[in-house]
């Protein structure tokens, strides 16, 4: 449970800190409840996510001779927070897997990546998330997750890369992902 008025009050601590008064500037004065919000109802709203009940209420049961080919979804934007620093990184998925019993919207796909993606999280374990939940959640032969961010922390501080991009993946099971996604041989 999120303690919004606590999390106003360390922000307004945060900002005074750093040697600017909320409460003295009218640039700042609503910070602290515009900070709260973004992170609670935004940035991290994937914590409020049930990954087991989105998967299962976003499926359905495929026929014995139902379709089992690569379903893949490309280009999906994604937007991160890095916990070391508390900063955005945004950019794309593209996500797939090989059906199995059941048959996932190709939407559900893309709101798998956002709840994972929109909690304190490092990149790397975004994607290995994503396919362990749709191998053990919605019973996939085999999934990919790939994701490409651009990082604030790597272009606005420390080594000053702003045309850097972060390039993850994780798979389990079925081989034909990689060429459906493009990395494949």
Known sequence: MVDRHAAERAIAAFLR????DPEASSELFDTPARVAEAFERDLLAGYSVDIHALLQSESVAIAEDGPRGSVVVRDAAVSAVCPHHLLPAMGVATVGYLP???LVGIGTLTRLVDAYARRLTLQEAIGENVVRALVEHAGARGA?????????????????????????????????LDVASGDGP
């Open 17 to 20: 800190a750093l040697g600017h």
């Open 100 to 102: 199995g019993d059941r």
């Open 144 to 176: 990919y997750c790939r994701l490409e961010l651009k990082h604030a922390c790597l272009s606005v501080r420390g080594t000053k890369q702003p045309a850097a991009t972060v390039i993850t993946v994780a798979r389990r099971g079925g081989a034909i």
